[in-house]
């Protein structure tokens, strides 16, 4: 290896003021990839700093790395014979550029090409943060640490509120301990928001979690004080305030799909036949007044029917007067709707009321900018099959932020998500992903993601992520921080 570093014949005066050298650029260089010798161990990945005639300091990312040799067939058969065989080799390094900003701030791409000769130098904090658009000051959501550095990675929390965040990855790869990591901060922000939580993972926010590993300046905390949670099912979800709904504006088919009763038509018929008569009589009703109405009529083949309303009577969903929206929405503090043991037909209506109610009192400002974040978005907004709550997902997410209503959609299935939806998540945490289609989904619906990072996907440990947007000038790989609060969903030993 002796020799490679061609540092003492190089002619270019050394104005750098950067660290250690990584390797000198060499035959045909360009604007946007370089490639480089390599002579001090540096891993893929890692930033370096390349000097450019005109742009001055520009930040780049070495994006693999090869060892080139001489043993052709002929050296590797003496070597099989045991023979001494002299191997000469060099490490090739392909650097992506980057950019620099401009003196308004820009992020900007040499607009002629580098010099070959050229010294590539390990970059400096300061480049790192300022090309890449990390701030270090209190007013970002710090979600985790720049891979392989000491460099915080603050997420700007206007951009997740407005432009809505989607948090992707198969199951078990922390989809929720990082969504944890995302509202813990939100919290710390006094954003207001609104979490649907169908496993019950969320409530542990409320409590202060233990902190292992310090490197991050993690201190355990809980958000008690913020925390309020509803569940159409109090009774399982011990602690959370009943979650009901009034009768009104209720359809048939959504009644019946509700009950998990068939919507053959003597059934829609006879459901709408009752309704609009109560509602010619008296206005305002209820489910009871409605039982009551089939009772009172005796009519043939309702009776099932009336079997099913009771039922549904019994679950409590429905209230004379429902819960309030300003209960739910309250400046600052954050709502978890558990909706844990709640039937999946059950779970559709409770979202698509909630999210409807949120868009309409938002458009007319009635409740104050918030996020609501969906866990298992999937079933709220499938890709395939419209379902009650799919048009206001679609909705929200693409008028929802010239109404201050942000979106954050989680799924392990982003191929199974509406594109619709998807594609307006401008912020997107990726933790490990395997399913091809779910690799699919992912690549046509972040912006500058590369090949490499598709790959990365597939093999990201836990604990880390590809973060792109939120303010960042280009996906990054990220440590995710550790919780301040309890991880809700740790996985519950079976013994
Ligand atoms: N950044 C992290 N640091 C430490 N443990 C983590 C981290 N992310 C996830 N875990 C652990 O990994 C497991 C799976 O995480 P979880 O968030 O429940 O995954 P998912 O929601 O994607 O199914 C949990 O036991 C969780 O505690
Ligand atoms: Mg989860």
New binding site residues.
Partial sequence: MDGMCLTEHIQRKDDSNGGELVGITYGDVGTTMLQCNICTPVDRGEYVMIQHPTAGNVLGRVDSIERRTNVSIEKAMELSEGKDVEIEESMIGHVHVIGYRDQRGLLQIPSNPFRAGEKIYFAEEKLIRDVLGLKNDDTGAYIGKLKGHNIPVRLNINSIAQKHLSVL??????????TGVVIEEMMKHEVTMVILDPHG?YPSLARPGKVSSNDFGVNPRGYGDMITEFSPNPEINQGARRLSFTFKNMRPIELLRMMNASTRKSNVVALEAAMTRLEASKGFYDIQELIMHFKRNEEDDVSSLIRNLEDLEKKGIFASTGTRMDEIVRKGKTSIITLKGTPPDVQGFVVNRLATALFELRKRNKIPPLILFAEEAHNFCPQQGKIESSEIFQTIASEGRKFGLGLGIIT?RAAKVDKNVLSQCNTQII?KVTNPNDIRAIESSVEGITKDMTEEIQRLP??EAIISGGGLSEPLIVD?R?RETQ?G???IKVV
């Fill in positions: 990855a198969k199951t078990g790869s922390g989809k929720s301990y990082t993972e392990q933790l836990i604990g995710i550790p991880d969903g740790a996985s």
